[in-house]
């Protein structure tokens, strides 16, 4: 059952998931900051940011300026979230060349989220997709809600299959299942993500969140299922803005640890990660949700008992 194998790769949407919900307004220089202390643990694929509009997601008014300021470090991925065409014309303008450009799988998620009906969302969002295609950017689509809505409840898998289908039609490079509103079960997580990683996605991908506890649990099912692309957050940081009580996502550095014990490589240092959730503690006055960031590592390596 757990006989697992491979590398897994963590995105980390500490600065874009984590921060859009925060009244704090956090500086260039000090997103930066985070840039820098992920890279040095060894994060892949860092987040940035995402094109919206800032009258509705203020802590996003300058992702474009942050893509500016950072000096890409060689074997790491820079990516940003956009929902529209504004959206990505910002996002070619700085010169973003990985994105995720998703909808939802709920009409009232969808009508909250961007003002639009699936339908209409859908229909708005295949010409950015062709166009992010067009112009060489490796694309991510996603599918919010897909595992539960918190206005809806149930998502029809089917639904969520059809809507994967036509993202893989579209020829894109990753398909991301969100459970946004953290209502999947690991059952759930693993029939769904091993039909789709069999028969449609091209890389399928998960972003878990942790409203109900069950974050981690969903992520081994996932794991079980063959996925090998997950999304968390620095210190469990995160929650959709248009969803009351959505909390946090998976915390990366539990994520990672996770990953270790049971034999994947993430190539990121939990441990160094330490300081990084302590650093934002601090800037936002609160202890937040993850574990690994608050327990001390264990005297041995757990998986072959050996000190170190």
């Given at each position: 059952m757990y006989d697992m194998s491979g590398d897994v790769l963590i995105e980390d949407e500490f600065l874009r998931d984590g921060l859009q919900n925060e009244r704090r307004l956090f500086s260039i220089p000090e997103k930066l900051e985070f840039v820098t202390a992920l890279e040095q643990a060894g994060v892949r694929r860092i987040q940035?940011?995402?094109?919206?509009?800032?009258?509705?997601?203020?802590?996003?008014?300058?992702?474009?300026?942050?893509?500016?300021a950072i000096t890409p470090k060689p074997g790491v991925t820079y990516t940003a979230l956009v929902l529209n065409k504004a959206g990505l014309d910002?996002?070619?303008?700085?010169?973003?060349?990985?994105?995720?450009?998703?909808?939802?799988?709920?009409?009232?998620?969808?009508?909250?989220?961007?003002?639009?009906?699936?339908?209409?969302?859908?229909?708005?969002?295949?010409?950015?997709?062709?166009?992010?295609?067009?112009?060489g950017v490796i694309v991510r689509a996603g599918i919010q809600s897909a595992l539960g809505c918190g206005?809806?409840?149930?998502?029809?898998?089917?639904?969520?299959?059809?809507?994967?289908?036509?993202?893989?039609?579209?020829?894109?490079?990753?398909?991301?299942?969100?459970?946004?509103?953290g209502l999947a079960?690991?059952?759930?997580?693993?029939e769904l993500a091993t039909y789709l990683e069999g028969r449609i996605a091209p890389d399928l991908s998960?972003?878990?969140?942790?409203?109900?506890?069950?974050?981690?649990?969903?992520?081994?099912?996932?794991?079980?299922?063959?996925?090998?692309?997950?999304?968390?957050?620095?210190g469990g940081l995160g929650g959709c803005p248009f969803i009351p009580k959505?909390?946090?996502?998976?915390?990366?550095?539990d994520a990672a640890f996770a990953c270790g014990e049971?034999?994947?490589?993430?190539?990121?240092?939990?441990?160094?990660?330490?300081p990084v959730v302590a650093r934002a503690e601090t800037l936002l006055d609160r202890v937040l949700p993850g574990r690994m960031g608050h327990v001390a590592p264990p005297p041995w390596d757990l998986s072959t008992g050996e000190s170190v």
């Open positions: 940035l940011g995402s094109f919206v509009h800032p009258k509705w997601v203020p802590q996003m008014a300058d992702t474009d300026a942050l893509f500016d910002r996002a070619l303008a700085v010169g973003v060349r990985h994105l995720s450009i998703s909808i939802s799988a709920s009409e009232t998620h969808s009508q909250k989220n961007t003002n639009r009906s699936i339908a209409e969302a859908r229909a708005a969002i295949a010409p950015v997709i062709e166009k992010a295609l067009s112009e206005f809806e409840g149930r998502i029809d898998p089917a639904h969520v299959i059809e809507i994967a289908r036509f993202f893989a039609d579209m020829g894109v490079h990753e398909i991301n299942l969100a459970d946004t509103a079960n690991p059952k759930q997580v693993y998960l972003h878990l969140h942790d409203t109900r506890g069950m974050g981690m649990a969903n992520m081994v099912a996932g794991l079980q299922a063959g996925v090998r692309i997950f999304d968390a957050a620095l959505a909390t946090g996502n998976i915390a990366t550095e049971l034999g994947l490589d993430t190539g990121i240092d939990w441990k160094a990660l330490r």
